[in-house]
């Protein structure tokens, strides 16, 4: 039973001075597997003054010294790789498809922004002036639990190269994970005060970073609802954001596209994470006239991709991270069918032969409009729906049909022709032919995705402000 039971301030293990607990439970079996105590407001301010008193020292490091510093990170995280693998998968679930690149990809996120640092330049003459690019102050990070390592460390990078301090609010779900990378970070012996982070609710500690009129910055991801309030809790202090929210992201099927490698990579694009990501393709939009092909091929790939626990290397699907979240996909299962959807695969409860844990069936529905609800709302589940289209024209109308515009999939034969469409996409990512994550590429949304960019140099200048020295 773990007992998770210290914040982390001004570069030591503390006990935070709230005295509120969550348990933690293991979504494979449903038993409960620990307890975190949740800090406060006072735990949430300690931090920030901590986070405060470091940063004058840390904004005037030079480049060398940060690249250094996140070298540091970086071989500190990957030394306990196995270490962070197994509990993502204790108290996540994530299939080990999904852990194989979330693990190295988050001790990697280090020397992505190393690299982009080396190359960056923070004075540029323009004209008279010369514009110095400086770090904004104070930032605040706000994880989700559902890849709560990589997003501290990506955060938390970006930050470092900027020279920026920073308090992180991870999801009080993921404590166990957060334990365990907190200690990889505090291996890697950073001035005190530099990052501090902070388990507690969202409308607890969240809500104070977002409000405090020290913090200067703050980076968040999860849901469009929380953003709205971190943007309205914000404005007082005219805090600069990164919000990266929800998606709906179109699959598009274009009519010359080879079914055989098609489907396995829509599939995949749409049950990434168990579903449980805002950029998984989850609207399979298919041409009219090759719908019966699709739904054919679509039924029978479905078939191979596994449900179970990840100690199963062959599962595809884990749990759903939590009785909350596993209730809401059900309700979004029986919403499709009341709202007219007809079932392809899949349906309501558990797969068979899984009797506990939050395990849902792959679902997929067809006969799909696209202003039903399970076409429009983000469930966060496996559950995708196939809407049909005529020509290009409408498949683009129909992908740019919705609140969101995270990230987009294009499946065909013809380079330029998905070229062009992408390029009339309302989305902040579009991925052609399943092609593999590009960590220097800018990530972020249109519309009620969020507001500004993460990765590379777009992400870096996040963090900063330009000034202008005029002689």
Not at 222 to 233: D, F, K, N, P, Q
Not at 254 to 271: E, K, S
Not at 408 to 414: P, Q, R
Not at 452 to 471: D, S
């Amino acid at each position: 039973m773990f007992n998770i039971d210290k914040a982390y301030i001004d570069g030591s293990f503390v006990t935070p001075k709230g005295l509120e607990t969550a348990d933690l439970y293991n979504p494979s079996t449903e038993e409960k597997i620990g307890t975190v105590r949740l800090g406060g407001l006072e735990d949430a301010r300690e931090a920030i003054a901590a986070a405060k008193r470091a940063f004058p020292a840390f904004s005037r490091t030079t480049k060398a010294e940060r690249i250094e510093t996140l070298k540091g990170l970086n071989a500190a995280v990957a030394a306990r790789v196995s270490d962070l693998t197994e509990a993502m998968a204790l108290e996540y679930g994530a299939p080990q498809t999904f852990t194989r690149f979330a693990i190295p990809h988050a001790a990697s996120s280090f020397l992505t922004m190393a690299d982009v640092l080396k190359d960056y330049d923070f004075e540029q003459q323009m004209g008279r002036a010369r514009v110095v690019m400086q770090p904004s102050g104070v930032a605040a990070a706000i994880t989700p639990w559902n890849s709560n390592i990589g997003f501290i460390t990506s955060k938390l990078a970006t930050a470092i190269a900027a020279g920026t301090t920073i308090v992180i609010k991870p999801s009080e779900m993921s404590a166990i994970q957060t334990q365990i990378l907190t200690e990889c970070l505090h291996e890697a012996g950073l001035p005190k005060g530099v990052f501090n982070i902070v388990n507690g609710l969202g409308n607890v500690v969240g809500a104070e970073l977002s409000r405090h009129p020290d913090i200067a910055k703050v980076t968040f991801t999860g849901s469009t609802a929380v953003g709205r309030e971190i943007l309205r809790s914000g404005a007082d202090t005219f805090k600069r954001v990164t919000l990266e929210l929800g998606g709906k992201g179109p699959n598009i099927i274009l009519d010359d596209a080879d079914l055989n490698a098609t489907i396995p990579a829509v599939l995949r694009m749409g049950f990434i994470n168990s579903g449980q990501a805002c950029i998984a393709g989850t609207r399979i939009l298919a041409p009219a006239h090759r719908l019966d092909d699709v739904l054919t091929k679509l039924k029978q790939e479905i078939e191979t991709f596994k449900v179970g626990a990840p100690d199963d290397p062959d599962a595809m699907i884990g749990p759903m991270v939590s009785r909350k979240q596993y209730d809401r996909v059900q309700s979004y299962i029986e919403l499709g069918t009341q709202e007219g959807a007809s079932l392809l695969t899949g349906g309501l409860g558990r797969p068979a032969g899984l009797d506990r844990g939050w395990f849902t069936r792959p679902t997929i529905f067809t006969n799909v409009d696209n202003q039903m609800r399970i076409a429009r709302e983000e469930i966060f589940g496996p559950v995708l729906s196939v809407i049909a289209y005529s020509d290009d024209a409408e498949a683009v109308s129909i992908a740019n049909d919705t609140p969101y515009g995270l990230q987009a999939y294009l499946h065909g034969t013809d380079a330029s022709r998905m070229q062009a469409l992408a390029d009339r996409l309302d989305s902040g990512r579009v991925v052609i032919n399943g092609a593999p994550h590009e960590p220097l590429a800018p990530f972020g949304g249109f519309k009620q995705s969020g507001i500004g960019r993460e990765y590379g140099v777009f992400g870096l200048e996040a963090f900063l402000e330009p000034k202008a020295i005029i002689a």
